[in-house]
């Protein structure tokens, strides 16, 4: 890939019946733009709506987004917290993905029965998938190993997208707001400033976007702001399938 045109990735996160408006606004944005994203999907129902497959408007919205060049990954299977592991896991789950980090403190077992599930029931609303996205970007070792035994290709963290099944790793850290709380502004500063700066060196990252951002007007025009600087500035926009075959 040419140094003028590093690439960038943009995700949609959280994708379920319950967020399905979100996603429709945020695919909205990112068409005008022309940006492909890699929409990231919680198979089993979520936040008190229907699991995915029960929704046939969304699963022909889907459909029709893949058709526009947007990947469809697995996010998940309830994108809910999964009770035990040891007491400083339990803290770093709280602290970054509050408490949902469900595939962080699974055994190989535990998250081979959950990824299948997740597998399944795409599968069944006509959907493949090729990469993965744990809630929070947490994943034990036991879900490591569980991502490769499936076959997946890829499985991204907070800070790089990891190829499956033994490597390389792509560094790219990923930029994203946390609504709420006293530091919003000064998040959504940091957004632009940073996506501003790595687009300056030319350094591959990452945008996330999460249906909760659209609640807060500012969020929403910084992440826009953060996507545009880096098409101003020669970014590739890639989705993180096409990232891990270039």
């Known amino acids: 890939m040419s140094r003028d045109r590093f690439p960038f990735v943009v995700s949609v996160h959280d994708v379920a019946p319950s967020t399905a408006d979100a996603t429709a606004r945020w695919i909205a944005d ?27 408007e969304l699963v022909g919205f889907l459909h029709g987004a893949a058709d526009r060049g ?33 595939f962080w403190t699974l055994t190989e077992q535990q998250a081979h029965q959950r990824l299948r ?35 997946f290709a890829y499985w991204t963290s907070h800070l790089a997208v990891h190829c499956l099944p033994g490597g390389p790793v792509r560094r790219m850290p990923a930029l994203s707001h946390r609504p709420g709380g006293t530091g919003e502004r000064a998040g959504a500063r940091l957004m632009i400033d940073a996506a501003r700066a790595f687009s300056r060196l030319r350094t591959p990252f990452r945008i996330a976007l999460h ?9 929403r025009g910084a992440a826009l702001t953060a996507v545009d600087a880096a098409l ?12 891990v075959t270039a």
């Open 70 to 102: 947007h990947e469809l990954a697995l996010h998940g299977y309830l994108h809910e917290g999964v009770p035990g592991g040891p007491r400083w896991r339990r803290g770093v789950n709280q602290a970054l993905a509050r408490g949902a980090g469900e």
């Open 232 to 243: 101003a500035a020669g970014g590739r926009p890639m989705t993180y399938e096409a990232v």
């Open 117 to 151: 599930a997740g597998l399944e029931a795409l599968a069944g609303a006509g959907i493949g998938v090729a990469g993965f996205t744990p809630p929070g970007w947490l994943a034990s070792g036991g879900t490591r190993r569980a991502l490769a035994a499936l076959g």
């Open 211 to 219: 249906p909760s951002d659209l609640a807060r007007p500012g969020l």
């Open 30 to 56: 990112l068409d005008a733009r022309g940006v492909p994203a890699t929409l990231l999907l919680i198979p089993g129902a979520f936040a008190g709506g229907p699991a995915l497959p029960d929704d046939p």
